[in-house]
């Protein structure tokens, strides 16, 4: 246990150089610190679906415990995590010949009575953002996801995605500008 604790203070880039070292128990530190996170980036990108995104979320951890030399210890761990995230998602979307169909059928119809306003007032709310996200396509929906949901900073999406800073900003910008003027209402919960 002590060991463990040991582990548990060190930084990302430290443990990814235990763990290519050799030391296994570094990967479980930072499955600890980032499986929880990650799973929700994966559940929100692959349809709602949280059978697929355990699924995704154990695929991504065993090739890293079968690779551990593509980690690059001079990256920032969770960015290059989401990347590699990104790029599975991406994979599954082109092995899904019906996407937008298979998203549609992930959306769970929840028991009105159970909720106060508010509370419908935001699966109203996510229910719409969702369908715009769909149209929007599955770029959009990274970025909203990575920037809203995850609360990466653009530098850190840029990287995800493999492209300018700038690129992300004004993807962003107009990205919100359509969501929020189609949302009506909603627009100030999409600013926050």
Known sequence: MLFRKSLS????????IR???????AL?????????????????????DAQRAKDALQDIFVKVLERPMQVDPARKFSTWLYAVA?????NEYRKEANRDAAMLNQI??????DFGGDQMDQIIFRRALDKLLDEEGELAR???VLRYEMDLELDEIASVLNCPEGTVKS????????????????????EK
């Open 9 to 16: 203070g060190l930084s990302d880039e430290e443990l990814v």
């Open 19 to 25: 763990f290519q070292q050799g030391e296994g128990r």
């Open 28 to 48: 479980d530190v930072l499955y600890q610190r980032y499986g929880s996170p990650l799973l929700r980036f994966l559940y929100r990108m692959l349809w709602r």
């Open 86 to 90: 990104h790029n599975y998602c991406k």
């Open 108 to 113: 769970i119809s929840p028991t009105h009575a």
């Open 142 to 144: 990274t970025i909203i």
């Open 171 to 190: 993807r962003l910008f107009y990205l919100r500008q359509r969501l929020a003027q189609s949302l009506g209402p909603y627009k100030i919960m999409l």
